[in-house]
């Protein structure tokens, strides 16, 4: 059985009509792809570069071993400016500019990414309470212990910082 002229003429319309719908479905999933992988790539770099900051600057200021050494010189019976640092910079702005973004990053960057702020956060808060004179009151025991746990707030902000760092440089390079 042989088609007609005007039944083929139907079945070339049909079936043209339906690849032009599937290339203009499929274009606009490729772009969008592409769009996205973009954007979390651009993302991924963008926090690597604070983060990296961030770090640069926590051992550049041996945050870690003054906050520390603080602790042992007050167990030591010295003195210790309890207001010598102050933390009145925003330093997240990546971060906090692209929070709703950073589901789209591979591997376990998100969950890394959460940590190294709010310990970043944390440390901040607690240098911020110093400077303002709000621990003048408590004991050079108390003060010790302070002082060590801000000490190792940044020694956890160097290791979550170190390992946000690797992560995108073996993912993203």
């Given at each position: 059985?042989?088609?007609?002229?005007?039944?083929?003429?139907?079945i070339?319309?049909?079936?043209?009509?339906?690849?032009?719908?599937?290339?203009?479905?499929?274009?606009?999933?490729?772009?969008?792809?592409?769009?996205?992988?973009?954007?979390?790539?651009?993302?991924?770099?963008?926090?690597?570069?604070?983060?990296?900051?961030?770090?640069?600057?926590?051992?550049?200021?041996?945050?870690?071993?003054?906050?520390?050494?603080?602790?042992?010189?007050?167990?030591?019976?010295?003195?210790v400016?309890?207001?010598?640092?102050?933390?009145?910079?925003?330093?997240?702005?990546?971060?906090?500019?692209?929070?709703?973004?950073?589901?789209?990053?591979?591997?376990?960057?998100?969950?890394?990414?959460?940590?190294?702020?709010?310990?970043?956060?944390?440390?901040?808060?607690?240098?911020?309470?110093?400077?303002?004179?709000?621990?003048?009151?408590?004991?050079?025991e108390?003060?010790?212990?302070?002082?060590?746990?801000?000490?190792?707030?940044?020694?956890?902000?160097?290791?979550?910082?170190?390992?946000?760092?690797?992560?995108?440089?073996?993912?993203?390079?």
């Open positions: 059985m042989a088609l007609s002229p005007n039944e083929l003429q139907l070339s319309t049909i079936a043209g009509g339906l690849l032009a719908i599937g290339g203009g479905v499929s274009s606009t999933y490729f772009i969008e792809k592409w769009k996205s992988k973009r954007l979390e790539t651009n993302l991924a770099w963008a926090i690597y570069g604070e983060v990296s900051s961030i770090c640069q600057i926590v051992r550049k200021r041996e945050y870690v071993a003054k906050f520390k050494g603080c602790g042992e010189d007050l167990r030591n019976g010295k003195e400016n309890r207001q010598a640092v102050k933390a009145d910079k925003e330093y997240f702005y990546i971060f906090k500019a692209n929070a709703s973004n950073i589901g789209m990053l591979a591997h376990s960057l998100p969950e890394k990414l959460v940590s190294f702020y709010a310990h970043g956060t944390s440390a901040l808060e607690d240098i911020s309470a110093l400077s303002s004179g709000y621990h003048n009151d408590k004991s050079n108390a003060m010790a212990e302070y002082f060590d746990s801000i000490g190792e707030m940044f020694y956890q902000l160097l290791s979550k910082g170190d390992e946000i760092v690797q992560i995108i440089e073996h993912r993203y390079s």
